[in-house]
Structure formats: C-alpha cells, structure tokens
C-alpha cells in the first residue's frame, strides 16, 4: 500500500462548523482525520486507502468507516 504522510505535503483545516458524524461531507480536498490513530486519508479516495487502525478503509472513490464518531473532516491545502 502507498504509504505517503500527507502532513509533509498538505496542511490540513478543520471545517467549521464541523459536520456531524451521520451525514459527513466528501469531496476531492475533504480528508477524514482517524481520531483513534491521527492517519489523514482523502474522503475519494481513488486508490486503496486505509488509516493505520483500519477505522477508514476505502478506494474506487468510496471510503467506509467503522465508526463515523471517530472522524474529523478536514480540508487540505498543498504546502
Ligand atoms: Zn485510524
């Protein structure tokens, strides 16, 4: 699996207000922050993506969450 640090490439902004867990936006510069083990994965993902505890898995343009509660949406701006 690719394994880039999006942190070295990408700053990251929290949306505000933040979205609520059940009804979370996407979008090509939305990413998901895993709460659980802080990995940033695009919320499109179009390659197979995963955060490091497997709460976000995904690819082909779908990302599915185990649990939506421990997500923050961020958007990101290249460095
Ligand atoms: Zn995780």
Redesign the pocket.
């Known amino acids: 699996m690719l394994n880039i640090d999006m942190r070295k490439i990408y700053n990251f902004y929290p949306l505000d207000p933040a979205p609520e867990a059940g009804n979370l936006p996407t979008g090509g510069d939305l990413y998901y922050e895993?709460?659980?083990?802080?990995?940033v994965v695009n919320s499109v993902p179009h390659i197979k993506s995963?955060?490091?505890?497997?709460?976000?898995q995904g690819g082909g343009g779908k990302l599915n969450l185990k649990d939506p509660a421990?997500v923050r949406v961020v958007r990101g701006k290249l460095k």
Do not use: D, K, M
């Open positions: 895993c709460l659980a083990c802080a990995a995963a955060c490091v505890c497997g709460n976000l421990l």
